[in-house]
């Protein structure tokens, strides 16, 4: 298996525009998390879904941020409009389920300028 | 409320052993994670405690004591490839579901 896949790898953009990151699971897990780190919060937890269904999203920030997981190999975390606090390194990560190990993608990382 | 804490930075010696502490306050406690997760890289898996006491796994090996909200992290025979931020993680269940909670993370350096 590819393991967990993320894209894009690096993203740069202008203060309102909106982005989308993206996540494939590794086939076969249960459940998908999405966590931002920096260096001033550390790993933070957005949002978790299982078999496709958001379980936990008290992590999301704000409205601005939104996530999906329209069938079991894709997700998608957006942010709208972006701003310059949103930088940060956006990892996805997978498991058969929340009491398990999760394998992390090679993460997102974000600047808005 | 929930908090978990590790300390900020460690310095050991290459060849020493080395013990990362992590305490926790939580209800609903179900189990505690470790990750080592190395400068520009993502989280990886080190073990995960359910029940009291030690889990070794070769060089490393993690302990837990469920009625102390305590666990750590024992690493020995340090290489220098080690040197890394260590992350523990703790599992509760609240309103039927599990939920994640992260320390900041120890970050280890190692010394020839």
């Known amino acids: 298996d590819a393991g967990v896949i993320q894209s894009p790898r690096h993203e740069v953009t202008e203060m309102g525009q909106e982005v989308t990151l993206r996540c494939k699971p590794i086939?076969?897990?249960?459940?998908l998390f999405w966590y931002r780190q920096t260096m001033m919060r550390g790993l933070e937890l957005l949002i978790y879904?299982?078999?496709?269904?958001?379980?936990?999203d008290s992590g999301m920030p704000e409205d601005r941020f939104s996530a999906k997981m329209p069938n079991a190999s894709f997700s998608t975390l957006k942010i709208q409009p972006s701003e310059p606090r949103d930088s940060a390194v956006y990892f996805c990560?997978?498991?058969?389920?929340?009491?398990?190990?999760?394998?992390f993608g090679p993460g997102t990382r974000l600047t808005v300028t | 409320g929930q908090n978990i804490d590790q300390p900020t930075e460690m310095t050991a010696t290459e060849g020493a052993i080395v013990q990362i502490n992590c305490t926790y306050q939580?209800?609903?406690?179900?189990?505690l994670f470790w990750y080592q997760q190395h400068a520009g890289e993502a989280p990886t898996f080190l073990s995960y405690?359910?029940l009291d006491g030690l889990e070794e796994k070769g060089r490393f090996s993690s302990f837990l004591s469920r009625s102390k909200g305590y666990s750590y992290l024992l690493l020995k025979e340090l290489q220098m490839k080690d040197s890394a931020s260590y992350l523990c993680?703790?599992?509760?269940?609240?309103?039927?579901?599990?939920?994640?909670?992260w320390g900041a993370g120890t970050k280890l350096i190692i010394k020839p």
């Open positions: 990560a997978s498991s058969f389920g929340e009491v398990y190990e999760q394998y």
């Open positions: 086939s076969g897990h249960n459940s």
């Open positions: 879904f299982n078999n496709n269904v958001p379980i936990d």
């Open positions: 939580t209800s609903g406690f179900n189990g």
């Open positions: 405690n359910v």
């Open positions: 993680a703790v599992t509760r269940v609240k309103d039927s579901n599990y939920q994640l909670i």
